[in-house]
Nanobody, 124 residues
Framework: QVQVVESGGGLVQAGGSLRLSCTAS????????MGWFRQAPGKEREGVAA????????YYTDSVKGRFTISQDNAKNTVYLQMSSLKTEDSAMYYC?????????????????WGQGTQVTVST
């Protein structure tokens, strides 16, 4: 069975940095893509970043391009989201997900397994 667990959230001042980690057990990065989503109170869940099967291609929503970087460590079965130049509007619960993603990377329906979430709060 597959288990997805993310960590690394916390409280940070605007302009600061955080790195989120996600460990996916029971699946291979050779067969599934990994994505990061976030959801703030009163907002819809949105795709933040994703990395393709095998790690050859990355995707980002426009609001985080140039500030966030998704990467993976195949040996550790771990995907990371490095977040820099954080803004208050980045505050949200962040979720890691894994799945085949045959359509759009930002569509949650393409992901089969989800983590429990880790809270990111950016203060002024």
């Amino acid at each position: 069975q597959v288990q997805v667990v993310e960590s690394g959230g916390g409280l940070v001042q605007a302009g600061g940095s955080l790195r989120l980690s996600c460990t996916a057990s029971g699946l291979s990065f050779d067969n599934y893509a990994m994505g990061w989503f976030r959801q703030a109170p009163g907002k819809e869940r949105e795709g933040v970043a994703a990395i393709s099967t095998g790690g050859g291609t990355t995707y980002y929503t426009d609001s985080v391009k140039g500030r966030f970087t998704i990467s993976q460590d195949n040996a550790k079965n771990t995907v990371y989201l490095q977040m820099s130049s954080l803004k208050t509007e980045d505050s949200a619960m962040y979720y890691c997900a894994a799945g085949p993603v045959s359509a759009y990377w930002y569509d949650p329906s393409g992901y089969l397994w989800w983590g429990q979430g880790t809270q990111v709060t950016v203060s002024t």
